[in-house]
T-cell receptor, first 114, second 110 residues
Framework: EPEVTQTPSHQVTQMGQEVILRCVPI?????FYWYRQILGQKVEFLVS????????KSEIFDDQFSVERPDGSNFTLKIRSTKLEDSAMYFC????????????FGDGTRLSIL | DAKTTQPTSMDCAEGRAANLPCNHSTISGNEYVYWYRQIHSQGPQYIIH???NNETNEMASLIITEDRKSSTLILPHATLRDTAVYYC???????????FGGGTRLMVKP
């Protein structure tokens, strides 16, 4: 069964450094998403992406965050200058469309900011 | 904010049916009910979704009341591997995001 894959599984970064989290969505999907989950808290929506542009973003997704689909298969989340509070699990998801099709999630990247 | 209310936790005996309730009394006519689960800190796993008819797949059944104000996810024969947090999410068909609440922590016991 096709699945969403994320790399790396764990990323340790010094505060203030840039980090890029990578995702390979399911191949025929058109809608891409990033969510995060701080330890012990709820899963929170960050951003959705369609047709090479952001279609929706949350308040969390400020100027420090950016997303990109650099080629036909990868979808990336960049955090420009990481803060301690960015430490979380980051989940990528994709769906075939946004009407009545479920989002399928990867297993996440654990980001630890030191 | 999540538009659903779920019990915080439930127990179920292995091999028995697990019935997980969800209230969504403010659901609109174009909003679907989705169920996901999360095992440990893995990514949320899609289970099933429906609009107004009952649905069944290889993982579970979804029973939606006629007024659509509540639903029940049924795992027909729970196993230890079904221990997870189960999320009931209401999402309209034009919406991008899934809004996760606290979910129900299901513990399947031998």
């Amino acid at each position: 069964e096709p699945e969403v894959t994320q790399t790396p599984s764990h990323q340790v970064t010094q505060m203030g450094q840039e980090v890029i989290l990578r995702c390979v969505p399911i191949s025929n999907h058109l809608y891409f998403y990033w969510y995060r989950q701080i330890l012990g808290q709820k899963v929170e929506f960050l951003v959705s992406f369609y047709n090479n542009e952001i279609s929706e973003k949350s308040e969390i997704f400020d100027d420090q965050f950016s997303v990109e689909r650099p080629d036909g298969s990868n979808f990336t989340l960049k955090i420009r200058s990481t803060k301690l509070e960015d430490s979380a699990m980051y989940f990528c998801a994709s769906s075939g469309d946004r009407n009545n099709q479920p989002q399928h999630f990867g297993d996440g990247t654990r980001l630890s900011i030191l | 904010d999540a538009k659903t209310t779920q019990p915080t936790s439930m127990d179920c005996a292995e091999g028995r049916a697990a019935n997980l309730p969800c209230n969504h009394s403010t659901i609109s006519g174009n909003e679907y009910v989705y169920w996901y689960r999360q095992i440990h800190s893995q990514g949320p796993q899609y289970i099933i979704h429906g609009l107004k008819n009952n649905e069944t797949n290889e993982m579970a059944s979804l029973i939606i009341t006629e007024d659509r104000k509540s639903s029940t996810l049924i795992l027909p024969h729970a196993t230890l591997r079904d221990t997870a947090v189960y999320y009931c999410i209401v999402r309209d068909n034009a919406g991008n995001m899934l809004t996760f609440g606290g979910g129900t922590r299901l513990m399947v016991k031998p």
